[in-house]
């Protein structure tokens, strides 16, 4: 009786293994791929964080551009003699 509950304990552990092995690539296929779409959801963000971050410092650049153009007149009408002391020193 013994043998014959050993016997179907070992077939039994043999069917799970069995279950658990077949088992194991399509845990790991769920986890590759939900590990990838999390991935495309945080390169998203980043992606549109970085846009914005560009966007901003382009607009910062066109303003400082257009501080350096009128600076740059300022400088050449002072040499021309156009522009009293008094405007330079404001």
């Not at 050993?6 to 194991?24: D, E, M």
């Not at 791929?33 to 607009?59: G, H, N, P, R, Y």
């Not at 350096?68 to 009408?77: G, H, I, P, T, Y």
Request: charged share 25%.
């Amino acid at each position: 009786m013994t043998n014959e509950k050993k016997q179907a304990i070992k077939v039994a552990l043999k069917k799970v293994g069995k279950a658990i092995w077949s088992a194991i690539p399509w845990v790991l296929i769920w986890i590759g791929v939900t590990c990838w779409f999390s991935l495309m959801f945080i390169l998203a963000d980043k992606t549109e964080q970085q846009e914005s971050q560009i966007t901003a410092l382009q607009s910062e650049n066109t303003r400082l551009d257009e501080e350096v153009d009128w600076l740059r007149s300022l400088v050449e009408q002072y040499y021309q003699g156009e522009v009293p002391d008094e405007q330079i020193q404001q």
